[in-house]
């Protein structure tokens, strides 16, 4: 149950809180895409978390591209 731990530390902490992000679609978490070189827990995060870039609608891009797929249809 380790990972659980370190999963809600991250979120509970507002210092890594902040760079965290969470797709509207699949509910994965990762960290933003621009988040600084240096700051506090950025380690911890790189290691559990992908780094993740969100669309306007707050999707990850592994459900952009899904949609797109079906857009295709
Ligand atoms: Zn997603």
Do not use: I
Not at 25 to 45: E, I, M, N, T, V
């Amino acid at each position: 149950m380790k990972e659980q731990h370190d999963f809600e530390w991250h979120l509970s902490d507002p210092r890594t809180r902040k760079w965290m992000v969470q797709c509207a679609a699949c509910k994965q978490w990762g960290y933003r895409h621009d988040a600084p070189q240096k700051f506090f827990g950025r380690s911890h995060l790189v290691k559990h978390f992908e780094e993740m870039k969100l669309d306007e609608r707050g999707l990850c891009d592994q459900c952009r591209k899904a949609e797109g797929f079906r857009r295709s249809d």
